[in-house]
């Protein structure tokens, strides 16, 4: 994690979405992390609670 305000977050997903989502990322150059994080930033920005997150820097 990158600073104290992160926040680990875990969930329940089946082993065949997980893999086939992995291998989406790594075709696709990026991390599981850093998907999941892009899809909840647009998801809270769809649903009205873009201000409650800071927009990540890119790490590359």
Same mark, same amino acid.
């Given at each position: 994690m990158?600073? +104290?305000?992160?926040k680990? $977050?875990?969930? #329940?997903?089946?082993?065949?979405l997980?893999e086939? $989502? #992995?291998h989406?990322?790594?075709? *696709?150059?990026?991390?599981?992390s *850093?998907?999941?994080?892009? $899809?909840?930033?647009?998801?809270a +920005? #769809?649903?009205? *609670?873009?201000d409650l $997150?800071a927009?990540e #820097?890119? @790490? @590359?």
């Amino acid at each position: 994690m990158s600073n +104290k305000k992160d926040k680990l $977050f875990t969930a #329940k997903v089946e082993e065949n979405l997980l893999e086939a $989502f #992995k291998h989406a990322c790594s075709n *696709q150059d990026t991390t599981a992390s *850093q998907a999941v994080r892009a $899809f909840m930033r647009d998801y809270a +920005k #769809k649903h009205g *609670q873009a201000d409650l $997150f800071a927009p990540e #820097k890119s @790490k @590359k």
